[in-house]
C-alpha cells in the first residue's frame, strides 16, 4: 500500500484488507480505524506531488 499512496493513488480493495487486519489486532471498530487510516492516507497522498518531483530530480543510473 505504501507504494501506491506516496504516488497519490488509493487501492479500497487493498485498503479494506488492511482496515479489517488492523480491528481485528486491536480490537477497534472498523469504522473507527477505517476514520484513522483514511486521514493518514490523504495526508500522505496530498504531499504526491511533491514527492514525486524530488524523486524525479534524481534520475536512476544504469
Partial sequence: M????????????????LV???A???GRERWSVFLDLDDILDR???DADR???FQ???????
Fill in 24 to 26: 481485528e489486532v486491536t
Fill in 2 to 17: 505504501a507504494d501506491k499512496v506516496w504516488k497519490g493513488k488509493r487501492v479500497t480493495d487493498l485498503e479494506a484488507l
Fill in 20 to 22: 479489517d487486519r488492523l
Fill in 56 to 62: 524525479a530530480t534524481h534520475p536512476v543510473r544504469h
Fill in 51 to 53: 514527492w514525486l518531483a
Fill in 44 to 46: 500522505l497522498a496530498a
